[in-house]
């Protein structure tokens, strides 16, 4: 332990991502787990994803082999590396919370501003909604 086994990408704008993000960094006394902002064009460029890819789902990549997982068997290798949760992950990854999960997280994600209180970034084109013209 003490070298990184994960890479999480996720939204570096989101609330809800962030506070998730110190959720999981105050329960990774081992520093298990790499954070980076896809949003940041070099970490996008690092990945096989397009930027709305990356925007869709939490994407992360094992250090050790280089698999990716996106979503919620994302959300579960995350889990995988947390010493007091690696446990629920067997029960997680059986149907019907497999089916259950994924659609929960989709809807989350797709909704992660709106419920949170906070206007959604710019794109990667710069193009933000605030400033779209309805109809566009």
């Known amino acids: 332990s ?8 996720t939204d570096g704008q989101c609330p809800l991502c962030l ?3 110190e959720k999981v960094e105050r329960r990774d006394r081992f520093r298990q787990v790499k954070w980076l902002d896809y949003r940041d064009p070099e970490v996008q460029a690092r ?8 925007d869709a789902e939490m ?5 050790a082999g280089g698999n990716w997982s996106a979503g919620y068997p994302a959300w579960l ?5 947390l010493p007091r949760w690696r446990y629920l992950v067997p029960l997680l990854s059986i149907w ?9 997280y989709r809807w989350l994600a797709t909704r992660r501003y709106k419920l949170f209180g906070a206007p959604p970034p710019c794109d ?3 193009v933000c909604s605030l400033h779209k013209k309805s109809g566009q």
């Not at 003490?2 to 990408?9: F, K, R, S, T």
């Not at 290798?77 to 590396?81: A, D, I, N, T």
């Open 2 to 9: 003490g070298a990184a086994q994960l890479e999480v990408y």
């Open 19 to 21: 506070w998730m993000r």
């Open 47 to 54: 990945t096989p994803y397009s930027f709305q890819e990356l």
């Open 59 to 63: 994407h992360t990549r094992r250090i």
């Open 77 to 81: 290798e995350v889990m995988r590396v």
């Open 96 to 104: 019907p919370l497999t089916f259950l999960g994924r659609v929960f």
């Open 124 to 126: 990667a084109n710069g």
